[in-house]
């Protein structure tokens, strides 16, 4: 292009614009020459030009219109116009040339001189205008280019800064550009990005899926987004997240792409890890079967955490045995367990799950390398088969319990692009705490049951059972307990003091069982206890002996009274019938009546403490047969008492009070006879100053009344109940001489009651009264009612 500055000349006179040409052509500029107002602002069309001669008169369009129109186009305004003139120079035209945008006036005919300068000095500006504007596109586009410079510098600053691997790549996918992490991440040069070698640092599983997806998107310009396993330097593996996005220019086409891949392996990993924890976590809470959850547990591990896992456990005799073992391939279960049978396990170097339960402490192998498996393997066909288990990594945890190591559990990968590390390592471990505190949890159930059952059992035992604490306090005390002693166990009973009496055996020792007294709201309790001291305190065992130790009294009376009311008589018809059959005595006739006689009553006393003890042991068995009849109570009273004045001592006075007549009563009249019998004998027997007996006999209410007074020894008011009690004597010691066995008063109370009747003795200042009271017959008591059990008969109404 031209690089002179252009004059644009408009005249409508040809000889006029020739004229101007020559004036101007020493100047050097281009000259363009328009011959009307339109054809000159053509040519401003066409180019720019750095001065505008323009003639006033013109037909058509003058000068001034041509100038307004000029001066309207934006392009065109600041150009400078000088009008050519021959007009007069009033001040009209001036003033129109001036404000149409004229900047200067020649006059015609022109002074060539003041034409050129006028020219020079507008063309001067126009050149330096133009300079300036050149000056400052330069400027403009240098500091464009820098700008770009700085700005491309700084983003690729702020991509190598970045923690993600940052690229960019051409519309086709081919990369341009990898931030400084991609090199540092996965070890390779510049050289090797020129091939773009991605692919060779993709997990090989993940790489299908990953160039799949990564044509869809080259071929929809769709963003993209996936997740993979990208190969460090070191050879890991590590999760990553993809992400590209198509830039694109005004056009809408896509100018490149750039990309990201930031690693999320760690949270990918922690949620693996907790979405394994999770299920575990559940599977272990769900059942008690800690046996059936742990194998649960190792399915889990397989597929979420490792290839292999196993469950060891300790058995109760210590020995430890496989209790699950899951993999993804159940062929190399099989593989591995005929590979320990024909290379088995040294015993007495245990490596593996039986090493972790000895020692309690875990095993992790990183990285399980040939030179591991060569020193393993005892031959060459073992280190083969051993490879083909195709082990890569190994972490062993232990079960540990409260007490002891209960198991291990086994984690094995077979993936090289997983290797267990101090991260997989706790994971594994507190996994183990879950198990353990499920199998304790499961232990605990079974416990709190049996213990919930051995509750069951203490509450329904007969015996007593008290656990006391150290401080004294009753920590247990079941039902038996409150039954025999009628205590709760709140209430004060001095344990300590009563273990001190007792020999207190320690845990685990057999406890021997003492019987001692238990007093009780003045009421004595026997038991028979045992005393076990454990850590906590003492656990006592009871039993009530209350009853067998009164029945143990009793024989222990009965053998005592018995055999020395026995040996009495027997001791006198001994001696009797000894001296008979002496025949170096003549014995009078006399002596022999006495001797006879004595045999006789002893014989006689004999027969009858048999009869009574016969008839103890039938009433206590309750087997004694009574015939309830209509019977005469003057009748039997007379009868008895002509008895007994047949026996009766001389100096005993035995006097009958009886009505006319009485109402008869309902009972059996052997047993009646027998009641009153005994009565009278004891009256005799305990008056032994002799004195008056006197009997009386009356109707009331509806009952028969029979009374026996005496003036002899009295009841003390104090023994007036126990008197009727089995083998109760006042005065046992016999101190008066008095004999007996302590029955005849219980056997008439027995018979008493049988009847439903009541004997009780009254006893004031002089002798006794035995009072019998029997129901009459008509009292809706018929003959033969069958025999009845009735209260006491020693209460008075
Ligand atoms: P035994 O006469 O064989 O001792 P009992 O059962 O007949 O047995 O009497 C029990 C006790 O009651 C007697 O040992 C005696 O102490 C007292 N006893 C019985 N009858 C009388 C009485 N009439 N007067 C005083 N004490 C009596």
Redesign the pocket.
């Known amino acids: 292009m031209d690089a002179r500055a252009a004059i644009l000349l408009v005249d409508d006179r040809r000889e006029n614009l020739l004229a101007l040409e020559a004036v101007l052509e020493p100047l050097g500029h281009r000259l363009v020459s328009a011959g009307s107002g339109e054809e000159a602002l053509k040519e401003l069309l066409r180019e720019e030009f750095a001065c505008i001669l323009l003639d006033v008169q013109m037909p058509d369009m003058d000068g001034f219109e041509t100038a307004r129109l000029i001066k309207q186009r934006e392009r065109s305004q600041h150009i400078p116009i000088i009008f050519v003139t021959a007009i007069s120079k009033d001040e009209e035209h001036v003033f129109r040339g001036y404000s149409a945008g004229a900047v200067d006036y020649i006059l015609k005919p022109i002074d060539p001189d003041i034409l050129r300068s006028k020219i020079a000095v507008f063309v001067d500006v126009w050149e330096k205008n133009r300079q300036l504007r050149e000056q400052a596109e330069l400027l403009r586009e240098q500091q464009l280019a820098e700008q770009e410079r700085v700005t491309t510098a700084r983003y690729q600053q702020l991509a190598d800064a970045m923690p993600q691997i940052v690229w960019t790549a051409d519309p086709n996918g081919n990369t341009t550009y990898c931030n400084r992490r991609w090199f540092d991440y996965t070890g390779m040069t510049a050289e090797d990005v020129e091939l773009f070698e991605w692919p060779a640092v993709v997990h090989p599983d993940d790489l299908p899926a990953m160039l799949a997806r990564r044509t869809q998107t080259l071929e929809t310009g769709d963003a993209f987004e996936i997740e993979f396993r990208f190969r460090a330097a070191d050879g890991s593996y590590r999760w990553h997240l993809g992400r590209a996005a198509a830039i694109r220019g005004d056009d809408d086409a896509i100018e490149f792409w750039i990309g990201t891949a930031t690693d999320i392996h760690d949270r990918k990993r922690a949620e693996e890890q907790r979405r394994f924890i999770v299920a575990a976590g559940d599977a272990l809470s769900r059942s008690l079967d800690y046996r059936h959850t742990l194998a649960e547990v190792a399915r889990l591990a397989v597929g979420g955490i490792a290839d292999w896992c196993a469950v060891h456990v300790v058995e109760a005799d210590g020995a430890i045995s496989e209790l699950a073992v899951a993999h993804e391939d159940p062929t190399q279960v099989a593989f591995a367990r005929e590979l320990e049978e024909r290379y088995p396990p040294n015993p007495d170097q245990p490596t593996g799950a039986a090493a972790v339960v000895r020692t309690g402490e875990p095993e992790l192998v990183a990285e399980i390398t040939d030179a591991m498996l060569e020193r393993g393997a005892r031959d060459d066909l073992h280190l083969d088969l051993l490879r083909q288990l195709d082990l890569r990594s190994y972490m062993c945890v232990p079960l540990r319990g409260r007490e002891r190591v209960l198991g291990a559990i086994t984690f094995i990968s077979c993936d090289p692009g997983r290797l267990f590390g101090p991260d997989d390592l706790q994971l594994a471990e507190e996994l183990a705490g879950r198990a353990v505190t499920a199998i304790e949890n499961a232990q605990l159930y079974r416990e709190a049951e049996e213990r919930a059952q051995a509750a069951q059992v203490l509450a329904t035992i007969g015996d007593g059972v008290a656990l006391v604490d150290r401080a004294g306090r009753v920590r247990l005390w079941n039902e038996a307990a409150q039954r025999i002693t009628g205590l709760t166990a709140g209430d004060a009973i001095d344990w300590q003091g009563f273990a001190r009496r007792l020999r207190v055996a320690n845990a685990g020792e057999a406890a021997r069982a003492e019987t001692v007294p238990l007093e009780i709201d003045g009421r004595e309790l026997w038991l028979s206890i045992s005393a076990v001291g454990f850590e906590e305190g003492t656990v006592f065992a009871f039993r009530d002996l209350t009853e067998q130790r009164a029945l143990e009294t009793m024989r222990q009376d009965l053998v005592a009274t018995v055999s020395h009311e026995l040996r009495t008589p027997l001791a006198a018809i001994y001696g009797s019938a000894v001296t008979l059959r002496r025949d170096d005595l003549e014995l009078e006739d006399q002596l022999l009546d006495k001797l006879l006689e004595v045999i006789e009553v002893e014989a006689k006393r004999l027969a009858d403490i048999v009869e009574d003890l016969l008839l103890t042991s039938q009433l206590d068995a309750d087997k004694l047969e009574v015939r309830i009849e209509r019977c005469d109570p003057i009748a039997i009273v007379q009868q008895e008492v002509e008895t007994a004045r047949t026996h009766i001592p001389k100096h005993v006075e035995l006097a009958l009070d009886v009505p006319e007549a009485l109402p008869p009563v309902a009972a059996d009249p052997s047993q009646l006879r027998q009641v009153l019998s ?1 009565l009278l004998d ?2 005799v ?2 008056s032994p100053d002799g004195g008056p007996i006197r009997i009386e006999v009356s109707s009331r209410d509806r009952s028969i009344r029979f009374a026996v007074h ?1 003036r ?4 003390p008011a104090a023994e007036r109940e126990r ?1 009727f009690e089995k083998f ?4 046992p010691g016999m101190t008066r001489g008095i004999g ?7 056997i008439c109370r027995e018979l008493v009651r049988r009847v439903g009747g009541r004997i009780w003795v009254e006893s004031e200042a002089e ?2 009264t ?1 009072v019998v009271e029997i129901p009459q017959e008509s009292a809706g008591n018929g003959a033969n009612r069958p025999k009845s059990a009735v209260s006491a008969g020693s209460d008075r109404g």
């Open positions: 005994n004891n009256a027997k305990y005496d002899g020894l009295g009841v008197i109760y004597r006042l005065d007996g066995t302590g029955l005849g008063l219980y002798g006794s035995f």
